[in-house]
């Protein structure tokens, strides 16, 4: 047994014993609740009430001791392990716990998802009612938990590399609602197997070469499911192979702690001390929180018994940390067994009762569907003698499900108007069965993006100016002056990646830029395309406008997982709560070979639904389109041209205030024979192919989409075909990919089918990735003379 060992805890928060002594009861309470909460989730998910469960049971004592040391202002990115934090900070009360669990679409009653995330997936908002950033330094902040192993620790170099910011750039004083000087700590969570994650280990060297006051706790159990350590781990300890990064006195790295899971007293002092460090001084840290247990397993979904050893469970048992603690108050009397044997069965209760809570405000507003669902019904008999058996029947079934759910209502009311077939009778049942379908999709469908005052669909159009002088300039030339005057004029604007910092990025963009405006708004990283995206994700959630560049398209790649997974997801999944305005830059199209003219679009539409995707055809369009992204509050992506940088463009007089609208195509040559539908690089050669088809008598109109995402939000494009009656879509995706996309919002959404004379194409790149060199760049993309025969051949037909 430890000694007492928290001496210093007490001295430095200067508590009177008896105070000292509530505090640690009230942890072992939390514990209690927290176990018990556990205990009872999983009987929910065995008996039906809910859908899948993963709890906290294990990690009770380790989570209390750290929630001690977190305060207002921090920000917690974990993992579903965490339930006994989130009770320990206040972040959640079991009702709130159980109605997520249960998957209750009200956001009152889970107020962290919504019912759309797994239960143990918790989140603060980080926005207010209109969009404004809220006042983060007054609150315990929680950046939505997510699934995929080790996917909420990228994210955490942003949020404690913030705290950086804040603190060195006297321009970002002024937002007191972000910082307080920037002594806000992240603390992040992840069990042991997740460690074996490339994510982990990038995170890892980032955070030590950026010293950043980041906390990473390793909930170490021993296994990932059924794997245990020795699969995952090299000498089978995360801590003894961390210790290359360990900080020394003139070096930069982290401070590595190891601790035991189920000794509460020797975790606060350790706690105390790293997390006191990282927020004094900015150095990061890992507390690698052994010899923890898992009572009843991984989850809801199969049972441990199958692969862990007797010894092993019987190990779990004695070494289980409420059963630790206990031990521990006895032997120094910090209470009597009747004290806590009350305060246990006050825990049950407590859970019991919220439990309850939750479940009656789950089911009510289904049961008021049920009850108006079955009155519908039984009027329809009355009108419908002939019908009566069948509609009875679906009623009864409806009414004496006693755990009925809004699927089965619906399905019943639709089985309904199809017995009723073309009757009037039907009429109300039909009313009341488009209102639930209404009310469905704000319940489950919302919330993609921002959808009020900070959406950039609703920013105003200011349409670009030009001198009557205006020279020609180079399009690098248009970006970089932009973002001088971006940069003047928006000090929460960061950009950051790979060459970005020192020589402006590979194509000028921030030339001179740093120089002008410090390390601490354009800077260089690591080659860590994963990080850097988190890095950005943490940086927007903070309230700051970060640009975090990805080199070439081709590396999206790397960056994909927490774009797909976490940026695009997080408005929706907190149902609005929480926004990331995260700008992500690239460039691509056309280059030479494999890996510097890819163009996959179909993947970045299918990943990334929730971000915007623009895809300027010239470096103005692309000021306008950033200026249009910086009013709203979504993340995006910006594919800028690689070859666009350095052909002549007109420099615009109102470079930081024009903007260009997103979902808004452009004709950029009028034509009337047939309507092209491309953007980006391509528009080039097709605008080569409509030179040389004009000379033949065949008149092009050029549609330039602008924004994959929004697509062509007016139907600009069905108006040309409407005139045309021809249609072709290019791009140079694979067969299938960005082309099919337009093809399908064009023909299926806007019903494009019924102006078509001739059968509709697209033209696309082949099917392998491009051969290297001019001619296997010919013979891979499309190529104006392709176009010109696809086009000629269409007036043919
Ligand atoms: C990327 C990804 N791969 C696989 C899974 C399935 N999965 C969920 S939890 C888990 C094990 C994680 O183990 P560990 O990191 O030790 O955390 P623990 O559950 O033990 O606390 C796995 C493989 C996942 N969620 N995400
Ligand atoms: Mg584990």
């Known amino acids: 047994m430890p000694e007492l060992g928290i001496a210093s805890i007490s001295a430095q928060e200067k508590l ?64 579903y392990r965490d339930q006994t934090f989130a009770f320990a900070i206040g972040l959640a009360s079991v009702e709130q716990y159980f109605a997520q669990l249960y998957s209750d679409p009200d956001i009152n009653n889970d107020p962290f998802s919504a019912g759309r995330q797994m239960n143990a997936h918790f989140a603060t908002p980080n926005t207010g009612e209109n969009g404004e950033w809220a006042d983060l330094v007054n609150i315990k902040n ?83 499911i059924s794997v245990p350590k020795k699969f995952q781990t090299t000498k089978g300890s995360i801590s003894d192979i961390l210790q290359g990064f360990q900080k020394q006195d003139e070096t930069n790295g982290l401070n590595i702690y190891k601790v035991r899971g189920w000794d509460y007293a020797g975790m606060c002092e350790a706690f105390e001390e790293g997390i006191r460090i990282a927020r004094e001084q900015h150095i990061p840290c890992v507390f690698h929180v052994e010899e923890i247990t898992q009572p009843q397993g991984h989850s809801t979904s199969g049972s441990h018994e199958r692969y862990k050893t007797p010894e092993r469970l019987e190990w779990e048992r004695e070494f289980d940390g409420n059963k630790k603690m206990r031990e521990w108050i006895l032997a120094n009397d910090l209470a009597a067994e009747d004290e806590i044997s009350a305060l246990e069965t006050e825990a049950k209760k407590t859970v019991r009762e919220g439990k309850n809570k939750a479940w009656e405000k789950f089911l009510a507003p289904i049961k008021n569907q049920v009850s108006r669902t079955v009155d519908l019904i039984q009027s329809m008999i009355s009108s419908l003698p002939s019908k009566a058996g069948a509609l009875q029947k679906i009623s009864k079934d409806l009414s004496s499900n006693r755990e009925p759910l809004r699927k089965d209502v619906m399905k019943t009311l639709k089985d309904a108007i199809d017995i009723a077939g073309e009757n009037d009778a039907a009429y109300w049942t039909k009313d009341y069965y488009h209102d ?47 973002f001088d005057q971006l940069f003047a004029n928006n000090p929460k604007v960061i950009a950051f990646g790979e060459d970005v910092g020192y020589i402006g990025d590979v194509n000028q963009g921030f030339s001179g830029l740093q120089a002008k405006y410090g390390k601490d708004r354009i800077f260089d990283t690591g080659i860590r395309e994963l990080t850097i995206m988190g890095q950005g994700i943490g940086l927007a959630f903070r309230g700051l406008r970060p640009i975090a560049e990805i080199q070439y398209i081709d590396y999206l790649l790397y960056g994909l997982q ?74 995006a992506l910006m594919v800028e041209c690689l070859n666009g940088y350095r052909l002549k463009e007109k420099l615009p007089s109102n470079l930081a205030a024009f903007t260009v609208p997103l979902g808004i195509p452009e004709i950029i040559k009028e034509g009337t024979d047939v309507t092209v539908v491309s953007y980006g690089s391509t528009l080039r050669i097709v605008q080569e192919a409509a030179d040389t088809l004009d000379k033949l008598g065949i008149s092009c109109e050029i549609v330039d989409v602008q924004t994959l995402l929004p697509f062509d939000i007016h139907h600009t494009i069905l108006a040309s075909l409407k005139k045309t009656n021809r249609i072709v879509f290019v791009d140079e995706d694979v067969p299938g990919g960005a082309a099919g996309y337009m093809f399908n919002k064009v023909m299926e959404e806007q019903g494009g089918y019924r102006f078509l004379d001739v059968a509709p194409r697209t033209i696309t790149a082949k099917a392998h990735r491009p051969s290297y060199g001019s001619d296997g760049d010919y013979f891979s993309k499309p190529n104006a003379e392709e176009i010109e025969t696809v086009i000629a051949e269409m007036m043919k037909e």
């Open 562 to 635: 927490p774009l797909s997974d976490d940026a695009a997801t997080l408005h929706f999944r907190t149902k609005g709560k929480q926004s990331c305005p995260l700008i992500v830059r690239t460039r691509g199209h056309r280059l030479e070979g494999i890996w510097h003219s890819g163009s996959p679009m179909g993947m970045v539409l299918s990943a990334l639904r929730g971000m915007y995707v623009c895809v300027p055809r010239s470096m103005t369009q692309a000021a306008g389109m950033y200026n249009t992204l910086l009013k709203g509050n979504d993340p």
């Open 436 to 482: 639930l379908l209404s009310e469905s999709k704000s319940l489950y469908n919302s919330c993609l993006y921002n959808e009020g005052a900070k959406s950039a669909l609703n920013v105003e159009e200011i349409k670009v100016q030009y001198d009557a002088n205006a020279p020609l300039v180079n399009g690098y030339e248009i970006l970089n002056k932009y």
């Open 142 to 224: 929680n950046i939505a938990d997510l699934a995929p192993t080790a996917g909420q620790v990228p994210r955490s170099i942003g949020l404690g590399f913030a705290s950086k910011l804040f603190r060195s750039n006297a321009a970002l004083k002024q937002f007191s609602n972000l910082s307080d000087n920037g002594n806000e700590v992240c603390f992040t969570t992840i069990g042991d197997a997740s460690t074996s994650e490339g994510h982990f280990w990038e995170t890892v060297n980032a955070a030590g070469v950026l010293q950043i006051p980041l906390c990473i706790f390793v909930w170490d159990d021993g296994y990932g």
């Open 16 to 79: 009177s014993f008896d105070l000292f002594r509530q505090q640690i009861l009230n942890d072992y309470r939390i514990a209690c609740i927290s176990r018990e909460t556990s205990l009872l989730g999983r009987k929910e998910v065995l008996t039906g009430k809910a859908k899948f469960g993963i709890f906290g049971d294990g990690k009770e004592v380790a989570q209390v001791a750290m929630a001690r040391f977190f305060k207002n202002g921090d920000f917690r990115s974990g993992y």
